[in-house]
């Protein structure tokens, strides 16, 4: 059975740092894509980044750009969401999600194409 664990959300303020962590387990991690995702209050979820089977490719929603880092340690079936120079309209739900991506550099950004989903963890950045 395919588990996806987030951690690491929290309460911070304007311009402050957060590390959010999935911990997977169940099947073959390795060989999955992987990707991050928020949803606010009233709003649909959107994508924020990805990261490819192998970790050599990632891709990033323009609002991130620049300031939010996805990395995989494929060792430990973990992937994280470095957040830095939080902004109050970063706060939301984060999810994790997984899916067997078809190709080894793919960094998917629909929410259709992933097949495992975190509970989620709640960032609230404050101003």
């Known amino acids: 059975q395919v588990q996806l664990v987030e951690s690491g959300g929290g309460l911070v303020q304007l311009g402050g740092s957060l590390r959010l962590s999935c911990a997977a387990s169940?099947?073959?991690?390795?060989?999955?894509?992987m990707g991050w995702f928020r949803q606010a209050p009233g709003k649909e979820r959107q994508f924020v980044a990805a990261?490819?089977?192998?970790?050599?490719?990632?891709d990033y929603a323009d609002s991130v750009k620049g300031r939010f880092t996805i990395a995989r340690d494929r060792a430990k079936n973990m992937v994280y969401l470095q957040m830095n120079s939080l902004k109050p309209e970063d706060t939301a739900v984060y999810y994790c999600?997984?899916?067997?991506?078809?190709?080894?550099?793919?960094?998917?950004?629909?929410?259709?194409?992933?097949?495992?989903w975190g509970q989620g963890t709640q960032v609230t950045v404050s101003s």
């Open positions: 999600a997984g899916t067997s991506p078809g190709s080894w550099y793919r960094t998917p950004k629909k929410e259709s194409e992933y097949a495992y």
């Open positions: 169940g099947r073959t991690f390795s060989s999955w894509a």
């Open positions: 990261i490819s089977w192998t970790g050599g490719y990632t």
